[in-house]
């Protein structure tokens, strides 16, 4: 099994890249925050950026590897010879997605004015398409779940810069792949 671990700042492309790779390569998907997410939506809390944070805090009550367990429960549950993870926020899970003998570290990367512009459109939480410039920043100043991001891309394989287009992304994506002999799946 081959597992490709996607760093980076929100907004910065890693959910693009990883839904390309599934449907490309056939790879499955997960990232740390669907935890989180089932958490919120069993517990009828609003999906919000902010919560998501919160949660982040059941890391200090039951250790900083508990988010880690589940996830490497749901990559063996799947059983697939390809895995794309996003959203590793913290080195415990970067330095997870290296214990797999074939493993991947892509940092993604784009200008901070293009994610922002990005988060007015994509509206992934609640609360995204009214957040301003400032606000966008110093969450990424302040907050435990943005600050550790940057020191990880020195610990990554690959840098990739999302500051063009799609294709541009995909090429780069396509390139890395291909270095590692993965197979196209699907063409797209």
Known sequence: MIVIGLVGPKRSGKDTVAEYIVQKYGAKSHAHSEIYNEILRLLKISNTRMNIIKLVGLRDVFGSNVLIHALNKKIQEDKAELEVVTGIRFENELENIKTYPQSILIYIDAPV??????QL?????????????EEFKEI??????????????????????????????FEQVDNILERHEIKLKNKI
């Open 113 to 118: 004015e293009q994610r922002y512009e990005r």
């Open 121 to 133: 459109l994509e509206k992934q939480y609640q609360g995204d398409s009214t957040m301003s410039f």
């Open 140 to 169: 990424e100043a302040k907050q435990p779940t943005e600050t550790h991001i940057a020191e990880l891309k020195k610990k990554c394989e690959y840098i990739l810069l999302n500051d063009k287009g799609r294709e541009e992304l």
